[in-house]
Structures are given as C-alpha cells and as structure tokens.
C-alpha cells in the first residue's frame, strides 16, 4: 500500500463515522483516477497545466465530546481529496527534510506500515513522563497553546511555512521548488476556495499542520537565539526555564513566532508556574488500578463499583473523556452471561448522561451481540429512540448516526416520529443510514425525501451534501437517479470503476473474537457456549490491545531512520 493509498484509505473520512462509512475503493484505484482526471483539464495558452481539482465544498459533521462540547470535523470532496493526498505525498521528502529542522515538535506525522490511521503522530499517554525528563534542572515550565490551531491557519501561511514568508510573496505560482503553493491551492479546493481553516478529520491536516508548528519552532529559535528545553506536541508547548524572567521572555518570543504565520496564544490556557506544579491527571490511574473481576457474584459487585466511581471521576473532571476511557477499560474483561444483563443496564445510563461515549457503546454491543450473548431490545429501542428524540433537531451528527447504526447492526425499530426528525437532517451520514434502513424494510414508515431530494443534482456532487448526492444517485436510494451523477465527468468516472463510500455491511472491529481453534480444542459446538466456560480467556483473542486498552505508544526523538522511500516501497519493509 503506497503512501497515497494509505491517506486516503485510512487517512481520508474522520474516525468517528460508523464504519458503513468507507473510501477503500477510491484509495485502490488514485492514481488512476488522477490521471483521468487531469486529462478533463484544459491545457494553458502558455506555460505548465497546474494541477487543480474543481472547487467544493466539504461536508460538516458534527461530533460530541466530553463537556457537551463539539467539534466540527469536515469530510471534504473525494476529488479535491485525492489531488491533495497526491499532492502531499509526491512532496512528502521535502515535508520530511522540513519537519526535521525542528527540535521541538514531539508530533511529527509519520507512515506507519500497521498504523491506525494514513499519517499518524505519537501518542498523548507519555506526554507527563516527558514533561518530567525535560524539566529536570529547570525551576519554571511555561504551559501554552495555539488558539484554534486548525480553524484559523491561513492557507496562504503554507508557503510561508515552507519556503519563508518573503520568497513565498514573490514566488506566487505552484512550481516544483515552491511546492507550497500547490498545497495552498490543493487545500482551497477543498474547502470552496477559503482560505482559512484547514479540514479537521482527514490526516493530510496533520502533516500541513505540523509544517507550519515547525516554521513556529523555527522562528522562536530565531528569537531566542537558540532552543529553550522542552517540546510541542502539535499545538501545545511545554518549555522550560530557569528563570521567570527567561521565562516570560520566552512567552513574547513565542507570541510574535506565532504572529508571523497570523495564529495566536491561547491566553485562557496560557500558565507559567513552577515545574514542581507539573502533575498528571489522577483519574486515569484510579480508573485503570480497579480491576473488574472475572467469576460470578465478584464480578457483579465489582461492576457496580465500577460505574460508581467512573460516574464520579466524570463529574469531577468535567472537561475530560472520563466515561468513554471508563468504557473501554471495562471492555478489558468479558462479562459473564449471568453479568451481562446489569452490565448492559449501566451502559445505558452512561451513553444517555455522556453522549460522546456511543462510539464505545455500539463496539460493546457489537461485540457481545456477535458472540451470541442476549441483548435486550426493548430496552435499547426505548434508549436510541429517546437519544434521536433529543439529538436529531439540534443536528449532532455523531448521536444521530450511531444510534441509526445500532439499529441497524442490532435489529432495533425507529419510531415513526424519529424517521422525520432524521428526515429533516442536513446530513449525507444520516440520511444514507436511514435510507439503507429503509431499503431494507426496517421503517416503519418512508423518510421524508423533499429536502434530500433537492441535492439530485450536478452541482450537488461539488457542495457540502456530495455524499448523499452520489451514493443515494447510485444505489437510487429513496428515489433518487444517477442521471446527474452521469452527467458530470468526475463522478460519473467514479461511478463506472464502482467506488461506493458506502458499506451496507460494514462492521466495527470486535473487541475481542473467539481464536480459530478454540471450538475444536473445547468440544463445544458453539461460539457462544464458550463464555460460559470458566477459562474463556484461554480461548478468545483481544483486538486492538483491547485486553489492556493501552494502545501503541511510539515517540520520534531519532530520525536517522525515517528516510524518505520510493512511492512504490517493498510492503516487507516498515515505512520509518
């Protein structure tokens, strides 16, 4: 799998879509694809054709986080995305010489050949010991970050970043030397010609990003005349002092660097204090030091406990994903039969107080339904039918489509008042989940198809609902026909190699899975009958880390080894 391939694979929609959601097969076929459709280009009167991809816009999806906070992640056009997927990795080895110049980022974006995602950058979970490693012999730490990073980067910034903000002015044309200007130009199209902001969701942000945070790395050294100790981890710094003095100088030669790109300091976040402060948060370790037990009344009772002190950690900490890490943590032992019932209830007050945990929920639900333990319908019917209820009018995306995908996966029935509420959505993930439902005879009555109807159009397929346009065209969901998808050369190519982005039969990966063997070792002749085996664990297999939920954890203080490799590299060799 090439670079390309890998942003746009797994790199391209963001994380938090239900996995019906897919772009394998635009990511198997780019270069293809781009090359088809650099030949719709019309060639210049003079000079070299600029690659450039039609104006669009990308898609809002709107996803709850801890606090009844949100964040606006974005799923941009599938043709701009691939020229700017192209376009990051054929000028990938200069991104690289570029990010290494910098020797304070802690963040920069890497291919990882078993990576989660298409560029991924190191784990947050050493974060505290690194601040302890790099304060020691300093008496003062100054804790700060860039104000809405992502929102307000100016795309015209790239450049600057790239090739200095004086040459960048003169040298305005995408050329081979000045790559960065076809990185601004590749990002505008994405985004219906802005300039401000980059998309938050794909990983081609990341690695923009992290080039700009660079050149901010490059110009406090500058002013400072040299390093101060410490790191940035994407938008956040934590230096180290001396002096308060050296300190609070080091704040002003921070707060021009950024200026010099157009961000800001986050004055609310911004703190300088002792580094004898410098503390982690506590409520991780108390989570992770209860252990569930795994037999019978104990584990019952144990469970219990659990989400009594997750439920209090949560109010504590208001501001942190308590609930959803509580979650997985409790996912780290399989609940017996017996256990499941309880287990199940308290899961449903979680996700109804702390809605940024569905994602976690339907995983749980998921994995359990599959290995045949028994879900209770009606109560989880009267709980996604009450979330809908609440969510769908205030257009949170991620509820909406979650609580539609467990229907799905679950065999769960949708009131008739809450196939409106969807109906009414500004939201291709919604409305594709709900119409597939539909198509197969789970409604109890149609969606409402007016207002999805009116994107059943050519210039639709450029605008924020492209999604729902070309899927429902294709598939001729609720009514819909692909006469306007026929009828525009990009889509239309897209559709004659059969790339769909939706998946009617995707699935989330299990938490844990039986091992191949395990019936024939036991005897038994079902899946199911192995939880009720005393030694089950002997016999399943956790994904993901699953079982001790710490995840991979990689840092990059070395890069001697992360040389540049051809687009076409040996899959046998790792990609740093």
């Known amino acids: ?7 746009l694979e ?13 772009t394998k097969d635009l990511a198997a076929i780019h270069g293809a694809l781009y090359a088809s459709w650099l030949t719709l280009q019309q060639a210049p009167k003079k000079g070299a054709k600029i690659p450039k991809a039609p104006d669009s816009k990308g898609e809002r999806f709107s996803v709850a986080r801890a606090g009844y906070q949100r964040r606006l992640t974005s799923i941009p056009n599938p043709v701009a995305q691939t020229y700017l997927a192209t376009h990051v990795v054929a000028n990938w080895p200069q991104l690289l010489g570029h990010y290494r110049q910098s020797k304070l980022s802690a963040s920069r974006p890497r291919f990882l050949r078993n990576g989660e995602r298409g560029a991924n950058i190191p784990s947050m979970q050493l974060l505290y010991e690194r601040k302890v490693l790099r304060a020691a012999g300093y008496r003062f730490m100054l804790k700060t970050d860039i104000s809405r990073f992502f929102p307000t980067i100016y795309t015209h910034s790239v450049p600057w970043a790239l090739h200095g903000k004086a040459a960048a002015k003169r040298n305005r044309a995408p050329t081979a030397k000045y790559y960065g200007n076809l990185l601004d130009l590749s990002l505008r199209q994405c985004q219906d010609g802005q ?9 081609t942000s990341h690695v923009i990003a992290e080039a700009i945070a660079t050149s901010v790395d490059l110009e406090l050294r500058r002013r400072l005349r040299g390093y101060p100790a410490g790191f940035r981890y994407v938008d956040d710094f934590f230096l180290f002092f001396s002096t308060m003095e050296e300190a609070e100088a080091g704040l002003a030669a921070l707060t021009r660097a950024l200026q010099e790109f157009e961000l800001h300091i986050n004055v609310e976040k911004t703190i300088t204090c002792s580094v004898l402060e410098i503390s982690d948060d506590y409520w991780p370790h108390q989570l992770r030091s209860f252990t569930i037990g795994k037999d019978g009344r104990k584990q019952l009772t144990d469970i219990h406990h659990f989400f009594e002190l997750a439920k209090d950690l949560a109010r504590k900490n208001t501001d942190e994903n308590v609930m959803a890490y509580a979650l997985k943590r409790a996912s780290a032992v399989i609940i017996r039969k017996d256990n499941w019932p309880v287990f199940e209830a308290h899961l449903c007050h979680v996700v109804l107080a702390y809605p940024n945990t569905l994602q976690n929920f339907a995983r749980i639900l998921s994995t359990y339904a599959d290995v045949g333990y028994r879900i209770d319908k009606e109560r989880l019917e009267r709980l996604v039918n009450s979330i809908l209820e609440e969510h769908a009018p205030l257009e949170h995306h991620s509820e909406v489509a979650w609580c539609l995908w467990i229907c799905k996966k679950l065999v769960l029935t949708l009131s008739a008042a809450n196939v409106d509420r969807v109906s009414d959505m500004h939201s291709s993930i919604c409305a594709l989940i709900l119409l597939d439902l539909d198509a197969s005879g789970r409604l109890p009555k149609p969606p409402r198809m007016t207002y999805w109807k009116s994107v059943e159009t050519t210039a639709s397929l450029h605008d924020d609902l492209w999604l729902l346009s070309y899927e429902a065209g294709v598939r001729r969901w609720g009514g819909f026909s692909d006469v306007h998808v026929v009828a525009d050369p ?12 939706y998946d009617e039969n995707g699935e989330l990966t299990p938490i844990f899975q039986a091992k191949p063997r395990a019936l024939q070792q036991t005897g038994l002749g079902l899946v199911s009958d192995l939880f009720d085996l005393a030694d089950v664990d002997e016999y399943v297999t956790y994904m993901d880390g699953y079982g001790g939920y710490e995840g991979g954890i990689f840092f990059d203080d070395d890069d001697e080894d992360d ?14």
């Open 195 to 203: 300039t401000m902001g980059l998309p938050i969701g794909p990983d």
């Open 563 to 576: 040389e540049p490799h051809e687009e076409n590299h040996d899959e046998d060799e790792p990609y740093f």
């Open 10 to 22: 797994r790199g391209y929609f963001p994380s938090q879509l239900p996995p019906c959601f897919k």
């Open 490 to 501: 990009h889509f239309n190519l897209l559709a004659i190699l059969g790339v769909r982005f």
């Open 1 to 7: 799998m090439d670079r390309t391939e890998r942003l």
